[in-house]
């Protein structure tokens, strides 16, 4: 694993922000902490980003422990934060090149690492721009490129796209998805948007500081949703029924047969499933 949690454990004064948790993250995957504001996803963050102290238990990015090896930690991951970091007045560029200076680069290697985060991103356009005059969707990706400035190995994305309209959510993940898929980059995201998480090889659903489940989306929706089947039958009648999986829709269309207008099947979320987790609404196997 490259990112190990082990009884991990925030307070502050009397209030207990993180509960002992305890996951691990595998190096390559696109691991989605997944939870309402106040769940504990961005503490958790802040920890192992090194922002942030434990009050107890373990934490280790790159097998480095993030209390004791700050520096090497940091060399390791990238990290894009809820609310930009860039310096308004400067340009995309200028606000790269002092990201870089601060990795130790300088010369050609500077000027190099610069070239690289705005290609990957595909900022070129407006990389000459005071970044004050840029768009969200345009200040998001001149974000991603700052955290990618040093070629880390591990991305961290603190809810990246919160407050952006849905288009400019979309290409946002398509660039993440396909710098992942050309670095083989770890990438650990925290969110609320359940579509989100919808593609990641893990995800772990997080509430009031506790661990409620972990597994890939298609387990979490196969044990704590259900598919609902509606028929409408020739004569006007509605029938809905709530079904585990989609298979077992079958028998009860088989049921109708001849007497079926239009059969629907509708799969369940992960809306569904966080639902189910921290309101107890919904389905669980």
Avoid at 107 to 123: D, P, R, Y
Avoid at 230 to 247: A, C, F, M, P, S
């Amino acid at each position: 694993m490259i990112i190990q949690v082990e009884n991990l454990h925030k307070s502050y004064g009397n209030v207990e922000a993180v509960c002992g948790i305890s996951f691990g993250v595998r190096e390559g995957s696109l691991f989605s902490f997944l939870g309402t504001n106040g769940a504990g996803k961005s503490t958790t963050i802040n920890i192992l980003t090194t922002l942030l102290s434990k009050t107890s238990g373990a934490a280790a990015v790159g097998g480095l422990d993030v209390g004791h090896d700050t520096d090497k930690v940091r060399k390791l991951i990238g990290v894009v934060f809820q609310e930009s970091v860039l310096d308004p007045l400067l340009t995309v560029r200028e606000n790269l090149a002092i990201r870089a200076s601060l990795y130790g680069m300088g010369g050609g290697k500077l000027k190099g690492a610069i070239e690289n985060a705005i290609n990957l991103t595909g900022i070129s356009e407006f990389a000459a721009r005071q970044c004050r005059k840029l768009s969200g969707g345009q200040r998001r990706r001149a974000d991603i490129a700052r955290a990618l400035i040093h070629a880390p190995e591990i991305l961290f994305l603190d809810e990246p796209t919160t407050g952006l309209d849905p288009k400019t959510r979309r290409d946002i993940w398509n660039m993440i998805r396909s710098l992942q898929a050309s670095n083989g980059m770890t990438v650990f995201l925290t969110t609320h948007y359940m579509e989100e998480a919808a593609e990641s090889d893990d995800v772990i659903v997080i509430h009031k500081g506790e661990i409620k489940a972990r597994g890939t989306p298609f387990e979490l929706k196969t044990r704590y949703c259900s598919d609902v089947v509606k028929i409408t039958l020739e004569g006007g009648e509605y029938i809905e029924r709530k079904v585990g999986r989609t298979t077992d829709a079958l028998p009860i269309i088989e049921s109708y047969k001849g007497k079926i207008a239009n059969v629907e099947i509708i799969n369940g979320t992960l809306d569904d499933v966080f639902l189910s987790l921290t309101e107890g609404i919904g389905y669980a196997n």
